[in-house]
């Protein structure tokens, strides 16, 4: 288990590699939902307003 | 044919299709990273001159192929957009940029960090693969700082649009960078003269998890241009009827 972890002593250079990897796969999912999110929010707002004049 | 792809590009169209195909793409895409990585750390025998250090190739390829590609998507989005003026290929290029900035910077990140063992050095300033690739993040930034400063969408569409294609011109220069001049990057591995420089055991994860990603970014372009198109229509009917469903009172 160790020497798979290990990676031959390049371990850090390979986890570290994928694990950047996952965090930017992770950010774009976030960051795209969380903006569909606002913007969807942000709409209904405006609509409501109006339709309420 | 025609017919077909103008519906297709008819936002309130585009915005249903588009929700039922963004798990066609995220699912098998997932499933594909998974087996490739898997069998890219633990199955693929380690390289003769890199060692186990040549697995980064697993997650930097799969990084730097996307953030060429999505800048090929925005340049020609916002290029049949400037063209055509459909309205559809605005949202694709607006939506391309930050994704393809977050790839450039994985890219030149595990590069980096696969560039300190094999190299001796985290950064090469003059190298032109690294270089140029730096090159196409700020102009990544500097497409999404031009919209960002620009209130009015469609004025903003079309001076980013020409910014996106000026700035085309870096994508052959990366791509022939280790040809054209002495890089310390190393040449093509899959596609070169005399085929893959790589054995099917190592190849074969690295196929999957280009495709993969491919498949993820798809998901996520995806994504991102319904969020664009919800924002440019939000002043038509159909917007109101999805966000505002049959019977909710305004």
């Known amino acids: 288990m160790n020497d798979v972890l290990a990676m031959g002593g390049y371990g850090a250079y390979v986890w570290t590699s994928f694990g950047l ?7 774009c999912m976030v960051q795209g939902r969380r ?3 606002r913007v969807a929010s942000d709409v209904k707002i405006r609509i409501r307003a109006m339709e309420a004049e | 044919m025609w017919k077909w792809f103008h519906k297709l590009a008819s936002p309130p169209h585009f915005y249903a299709l588009s929700a039922k195909m963004i798990p066609w793409f995220f699912v098998p895409g997932i499933v594909l990273i998974a087996y490739g990585s898997w069998t890219g750390l633990f199955v693929a025998p380690a390289d003769y001159q890199q060692g186990d250090a040549f697995r980064i190739i697993y997650v930097h390829v ?10 090929m998507i925005m340049a020609i989005s916002a290029g049949i957009g400037l063209i055509w003026r459909i309205k559809l290929s605005h949202a694709v290029a607006a939506a391309a940029a930050p ?24 950064w090469e300033w003059g190298d032109p693969r690294l270089t140029s690739e730096l090159i196409m993040l700020f102009l990544y930034f500097g497409y999404m700082a031009l919209r960002a400063a620009i ?18 011109v870096n994508i052959p220069i990366i791509h022939f960078s280790v040809e054209w001049w002495s890089s310390l990057h ?3 591995t899959i596609v070169r003269e005399g085929g893959p420089a790589m054995p099917p055991e190592m190849l074969i994860p690295l ?8 498949l993820v970014f798809g998901a996520l372009l995806l994504g991102r241009v319904r969020t664009e198109v919800l ?13 505002l469903p049959a019977g909710a009172e305004a």
Not at chain 2, 62 to 71: K, T
Not at chain 2, 99 to 122: D, E, H, K, N, V
Not at chain 2, 151 to 168: F, H, I, M, Q
């Open chain 1, 21 to 27: 990897t996952l965090g930017v796969l992770i950010i």
């Open chain 1, 35 to 37: 903006r569909h999110a």
């Open chain 2, 62 to 71: 799969p990084a730097a192929y996307l953030s060429m590609m999505a800048y």
């Open chain 2, 99 to 122: 994704l393809g900035a977050w790839f450039t910077f994985l890219a030149l990140m595990t590069g980096s960090i696969w560039g300190r063992p094999m190299w001796g050095t985290w």
């Open chain 2, 151 to 168: 209130d009015d969408t469609g004025k903003a569409d079309k001076a980013s649009a020409v910014l996106a294609l000026v700035g085309a």
């Open chain 2, 186 to 188: 190393q040449g093509a």
């Open chain 2, 207 to 214: 196929l999957a998890n280009i495709f993969g990603f491919t």
């Open chain 2, 231 to 243: 924002f440019r229509e939000r002043r038509k009917r159909w917007v109101r009827d999805v966000v």
